[in-house]
Every structure is written in C-alpha cells, then in structure tokens.
C-alpha cells in the first residue's frame, strides 16, 4: 500500500513528480488544484465560487477542501494507495485528512517534502506552461515541449496558468509559509516525512522519490 501526500512550496515540482509516481505504482494522483480548475474550467457551481480565491493565491476554504477530498477517498481507485497533492495545506485540514483516513482503516504512510527556494519557484513559475488536456506541466527553460508550444501527448496549444504572474507566486509563497510550513512539522514529528531537495533536475528528484518509496508491491 502507498498513501503518499507531497507537500512543498507552489511551484516546487509535486505535481511533476506525483504523475511518475502515479504511473509507478498504478495509483491515482490526487491534485486539489487540477480538480479546482477543473471546475473553473467547467463553470460549475463549484467553480464560480473558487475562480477568485485561486487566481489570486489565496487558499479556499478548510470545509470546503475537507469535503472534496471526503468524496474522492471514497471512491474504489484508493483501495491500493493514492498521492494527495495539494492537501493537506493546513493544520486543521491535516486533522480532518487523518479522521477521514481512520474511517476508511488508512493512514498516511509517506509524505515526501519537495525543498525549493523561492527566488528559484518564481523564475521556474513564470517559465511553465500546462496543457490544458492533461495538465501536463512543461517548462519552457527546463522542459521545453518536443513541438513549439503544443503538448507532447495531446498536441494541443499550452496555456500559463493565471495564478503564475510573479506578483501572485510570491502570495501563494507567503501564504505557503503561513499556513503549510506548520504542516510539514504535523509530519515530521510522525516520522513519515521524507525531504527532497527540489533544485535537482526532474529525472534526479524522480530517482530519490522512487528510492524513498521502495518497489512496488
Ligand atoms: P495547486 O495546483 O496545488 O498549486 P501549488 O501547490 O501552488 O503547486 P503548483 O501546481 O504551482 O506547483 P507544483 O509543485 O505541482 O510544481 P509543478 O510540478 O507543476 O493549487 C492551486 C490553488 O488551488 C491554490 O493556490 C489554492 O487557491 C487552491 N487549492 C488547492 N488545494 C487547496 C487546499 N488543499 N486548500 C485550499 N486551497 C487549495 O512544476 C512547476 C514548474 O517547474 C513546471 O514548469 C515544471 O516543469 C518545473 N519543474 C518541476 N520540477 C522541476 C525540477 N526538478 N527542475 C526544474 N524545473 C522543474
């Protein structure tokens, strides 16, 4: 069984590194961010509410977080191990994820902290570009696409995210600090927190991150 959670500043890599993972060990890779903006995308109800919040950096609301993750440790794909990437990001939705997992008799096993300064997260953010399909994250520095910007799998245009302006990456920073920083020490004091030094290229991070989470099962 693998339940992962990756946790680290915006911008750090967790999504990058939660889709080896996922395809690693056949588990699905839950991002709180891909399922809000997919529901911006949608103009759901949902999202409506959220469009703000996000765009501008800020977090959404704990209640509102706590019961999207409920529903989806609910369904059958999670018997086997899950990734959470993106939750949780606060203390009190820390508290609430270990409630819902005592529920369900899982715990967390493995929290890998992704480490990046912030000069290094604002360069590498102003330079992403996310297909819109798949939310493949590319980097027009690092990790350009094969074609001009279109995605390599899906081949259509790359888009910047609206929460990636410089200004709005140094607020998801600061809120980072505010609220996250105190759940990475909820973890370590578990001993399942696991740190990943994020400045190395993609293929070295993937190599620790297997490494630390051994063979599949
Ligand atoms: P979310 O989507 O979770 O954003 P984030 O945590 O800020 O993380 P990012 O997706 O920006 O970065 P990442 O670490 O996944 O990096 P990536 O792999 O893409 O959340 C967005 C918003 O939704 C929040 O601000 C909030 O409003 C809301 N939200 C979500 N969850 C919430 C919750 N639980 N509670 C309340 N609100 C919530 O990589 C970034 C770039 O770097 C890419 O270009 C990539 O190619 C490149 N890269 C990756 N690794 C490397 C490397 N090793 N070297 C060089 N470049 C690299």
Redesign the pocket.
Known sequence: MKNII?L????????????FISKEFSIPHI???????DEMERKSELGRK?EE??????????D??VA??KKRLTQPDVANGFIL??????IS?ARALDKLLENIKKRVEFVLY?E?PED??VQ??S????CPKCGR???????PPRDDNLCDVCHVPLVV?K??KPET?RN?YR??LDL?LPVIEYYRNRNVLFTID????????KDMVLNILGGAE
């Open positions: 990756m680290g500043p915006p911008g750090a890599g967790k999504g990058t590194q939660a889709k991002s709180t961010g891909d399922m809000l903006r959220v919040i996000v765009n501008s950096g800020k977090l959404v609301d704990d509102l977080m999207i993750i990437d993106g939750f949780p990001r606060t939705q992704v990046v290094i997260l590498r953010l330079a992403r570009r996310v994250a590319y980097n027009v520095i690092s990790n995210r929460d990636d990456v998801r809120v980072y996250t994020g400045t190395l290229p993609v293929e070295k991070v």
